[in-house]
């Protein structure tokens, strides 16, 4: 359907435009010799123009870069800006806590931190909270405490899932349907086998398969994939899932740190799911690295009687600047006065328009393409139907067409998230800035089929 010749010129055209676009740019990456592969973290290389763009500011659901440009941000930093940059609350809120009252970082509670504890239990309904500063870090604390609970070694995930850097969930699916490492990882401490099963996303007979082996900790899922395409669940396949780990015993532990797109208390309560424990980063601190997990009372509990267990001090859990008075300070803004309940209403509408409208283009071109929506979230796959299980949307994939789409949109002055076709709804995400994005998505499908 899509002529490759014609993808490949077209391409080339795009980097030609964005290379005299943003000069600035090219120069600033060409002049980063003391950064390892010349970027602050590694995965700002993912970058479809061949280098990245350079950030001047940030506020709402706007960037600008050092060439002068300004864009209308679906990223939203990959989740973390949820919140929109630099939320005026969350500004008030940390600029309050450095400049009056002092104190970023003391190992000391501050009181915000049980107010944000309690927000969290009125969300998600898990009993009590304990905070980190990532994402990655709260899955890594809730899988030992899953182990110290029930004495099993492995933990359970979906493949190609993503729950950050976390060593265990780097398993796929293999061709003989049994897990292997997943392609690419990087210095993996032992077969990820030894420590980690897996099973596909909607595959009630490979997950029963896998639970029955009897050691399985906990299962760690997100409740819709949403690192390779938004991948939604199956009617009843959530019930199941809870049925199945129960049965085995088995905890079900709920990564929320994408999926908190589907209301204020994320997909859980969207959709009456029962966790045992429950994580959530990114988002929750407007920015700010923040990070938590929450517990339920029965399992705290246990947790805590146990006196062969060190949480206070080197037992693995737990990090120095964890709930900071900075990063509570800056939770508690963003739950408050930003990411509130009827903050989600006004997101979720205008994702709603922006998966309509990308639907129009798809259905109007006789794409072979598919939207999904998750929330405040929808991210467009070059596959249709939707693929249901993470291998097949990593079958999927276009990554030329992929950066074609990336680059002709931040040309014309709009962000996708780099790594997928996901745009994210902030709170000041504007309809106009939904059809601005349409607009220029129906111009490059046009030019793709040459009409
Ligand atoms: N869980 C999920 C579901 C994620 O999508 C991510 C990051 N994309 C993480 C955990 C890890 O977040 P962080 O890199 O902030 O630790």
């Not at 950064?35 to 990245?52: D, E, I």
């Not at 246990?302 to 737990?318: K, T």
């Not at 002709?408 to 709009?414: C, D, K, T, V």
Request: proline share 5%.
């Amino acid at each position: 359907m899509i002529d490759r010749a014609r993808l490949a010129e077209l391409f080339e055209r795009e980097r030609r435009n964005f290379a005299e676009r943003n000069p600035r740019s090219a120069a600033a990456y060409e002049n980063a010799s003391h950064l390892f592969g010349r970027v602050p973290m590694t995965w700002m290389n993912k970058k479809a123009g061949g280098f990245p763009l350079y950030i001047h500011g940030a506020r709402g659901n706007r960037v600008t870069d050092i060439d002068g440009h300004e864009y209308i941000d679906f990223a939203l930093g990959d989740t973390g800006a949820m919140a929109g940059h630099s939320a005026a609350p969350v500004v008030d809120a940390v600029g309050h806590r450095i400049f009056e009252q002092g104190g970023i970082t003391t190992m000391l509670p501050t009181e915000d931190a049980e107010w944000v504890g309690a927000e969290l239990t009125r969300r998600f309904g898990m009993d009590v909270w304990s905070f980190s500063l990532t994402a990655t870090d709260a899955n890594r604390w809730a899988i030992r405490l899953a182990r110290a609970l029930t004495g099993r070694p492995k933990i359970l995930f979906h493949s190609y899932c993503y729950h950050g850097s976390v060593d265990e969930s780097l398993i796929v699916v293999g061709p003989d349907g049994e897990g292997m490492s997943r392609p690419g990882n990087v210095g993996a401490p032992v077969k990820v086998t030894k420590t980690s099963r897996v099973a596909e996303f909607n595959d009630l007979e490979g997950l029963e398969n896998q639970l029955r082996h009897g050691d399985v900790a906990a299962m760690l899922i997100e409740p819709a994939l949403t690192n390779i395409g938004i991948v939604l669940p199956d009617p009843g396949y959530h019930e199941a899932v809870r049925e199945l780990t129960r049965r085995h015993g088995t905890l079900l532990l709920i990564d929320e740190t994408h999926t908190f797109s589907a209301g204020p208390g994320g997909a859980t309560k969207a959709w009456g799911l029962e966790p045992d424990i429950v994580v959530i980063g990114k988002a929750i601190g407007g920015g700010i690295p923040s990070g938590a997990y929450g517990l339920s009372g029965e399992l705290a509990e246990s947790i805590l009687a146990r006196d062969d267990l060190d949480l206070v001090d080197m037992g693995g859990v737990g990090g120095t600047l964890a709930g900071s008075p900075l990063s509570v300070a800056a939770m508690r803004a963003t739950l408050e006065k930003v990411l509130t309940d009827s903050a989600f209403e006004v997101m979720i509408e205008t994702a709603t328009v922006f998966t309509h409208g990308v639907q129009r283009v798809i259905d109007e071109y006789r794409l072979p393409w598919s939207i999904n929506q998750l929330g405040a979230r929808a991210e467009y796959r070059f596959a249709t139907p939707y693929p249901r299980n993470g291998t097949d949307a990593a079958a999927s994939a276009d990554g030329e067409l992929e950066d074609f789409l990336h680059l002709y949109l931040a040309n014309r002055g709009i962000l996708l998230t780099p790594f997928h076709n996901m745009a994210l709804m902030c709170p000041q995400t504007t309809i106009a800035d939904v059809e601005t994005h349409h607009d220029v998505f129906e111009q490059a499908v046009r030019e793709l089929l040459g009409r």
